[in-house]
């Protein structure tokens, strides 16, 4: 992997990840771009005691334009986009409309292909490494930044998770502040490490799992499973078999196998609902420990979390979507339509002949 770093015209970072070593990155962002103006703000919940980014400059921010608008294509045939080059593998930039800015985190973009028409399930073993390459790059980047505490990467994909902008890509978040679903995490961890005596949950859960009826998919360095209490119709946790706090923490041999095993699960994915359905919409997390000291969790430390990865969809079955409401949304207790044992039935009978 060769990494290129440069600048748009209006100052913000913009890295090229390219497969071959000899590729040259010189091109210049000739577009008039004034100085990106932001006004995030991080607000804390005195009654949850979580935190809320106010953003109101994303109001502004580009929305499902036409293709040949896109602003994650290359620039070619005299139009400028967001990437000053003729063509890309992969490439980061900071998001010129950002829910984290400054103190307050950053937000990247992550084009995964310079092909506008493709999506993560069609990369090909290389291309998805190299992504993961990206991801961990950026994870350990980020992480010494002094505003930053959690590096989250993700993917929204489809218009029903309420993507604007259909080019296949993801983004990144460097939170200042340990977010509240791993704060929750972390709290049973430290629960369940007292009550066994050092036994680590996350161990637990995947060994659990493994003698179970609801793997997915298995390889010799990574185990995809529907969970037990699965919130979402259809959901997937992917975890390494060897626990690691974070992507940086992944051996060769994992990150070897990574692409095959999370290309599949992808694939099988566009596969729950039938052939002739559109395309399953879902969202992919990384999760992974933050950084610095996790004092306030009675004993535990990054090396008792575990990365993985969880995938879901918010469509319960063929034309219909799981909506977020009064139980989901007022007190964050999910309903699920889907037996989680049905779910991972179905999607070990879709797998890749």
């Not at 350990?140 to 959690?150: D, I, K, N, R, T």
């Not at 604007?164 to 369940?192: K, N, S």
């Not at 637990?204 to 979402?232: I, K, M, N, S, T």
């Not at 290309?263 to 395309?279: S, W």
Request: hydrophobic fraction near 35%; charge should be negative; aromatic fraction near 10%.
């Amino acid at each position: 992997m060769k990494k290129t770093s440069t600048r748009l015209a209006d100052g913000r970072e913009l890295i090229y990840y390219d497969l071959a070593d000899d590729t040259v990155r010189d091109a210049v962002d000739r577009r008039p771009l004034d100085a990106t103006v932001t006004t995030s703000e991080i607000r804390r919940d005195e009654l949850l005691g979580d935190s809320v980014a106010i953003a109101s400059h994303r109001q502004g921010r580009t929305y499902h334009p036409p293709a040949d608008e896109c602003p994650l294509c290359p620039s070619r045939d005299g139009r400028l986009s967001e990437i000053p080059d003729a063509s890309y593998d992969v490439v980061v930039f900071e998001n010129r409309f950002p829910s984290l800015a400054g103190d307050s985190g950053r937000c990247e973009v992550v084009c995964f292909t310079s092909d506008h028409d493709a999506s993560f399930a069609s990369l090909g073993e290389r291309q998805a490494r190299l992504v993961l390459d990206a991801w961990t790059d950026r994870t350990s980047e980020l992480s010494h930044l002094p505003s930053v505490e959690q590096v989250f990467c993700f993917e929204n994909r489809g218009v029903e998770i309420g993507v604007t902008l259909q080019h296949p890509h993801g983004q990144i978040y460097a939170y200042p502040f340990t977010t509240p679903r791993t704060a929750l995490m972390l709290r049973q961890v430290a629960a369940h490490k007292e009550a066994t005596g050092g036994e680590n949950l996350f161990d637990a859960v995947v060994e659990r799992e493994r003698a179970g009826e609801r793997v997915v998919l298995e390889g010799e360095h990574w185990v995809a499973f529907v969970p037990y209490a699965a919130h979402w119709p259809y959901e997937v946790h992917l975890y390494p078999k060897r626990r690691v706090p974070d992507l940086l923490g992944l051996d060769e041999a994992a990150r070897t196998e990574f692409p095959r095993v999370y290309l599949e699960l992808l694939r099988r994915f566009d596969r729950i609902f039938g052939e002739n359905e559109p395309p399953t919409p879902y969202i992919a997390a990384w999760h992974q420990a933050p950084f610095g000291q996790l004092a306030e969790f009675d004993g535990v430390t990054r090396d008792d979390f575990a990365l993985h990865l969880e995938l879901f969809t918010i469509r319960r079955t063929s034309g219909k979507l799981k909506f977020l409401a009064g139980s989901e949304s007022g007190m964050n207790v999910f309903i699920n339509d889907v037996p989680p044992e049905r779910a991972a039935e179905r999607l070990r009978e879709v797998a890749s002949s």
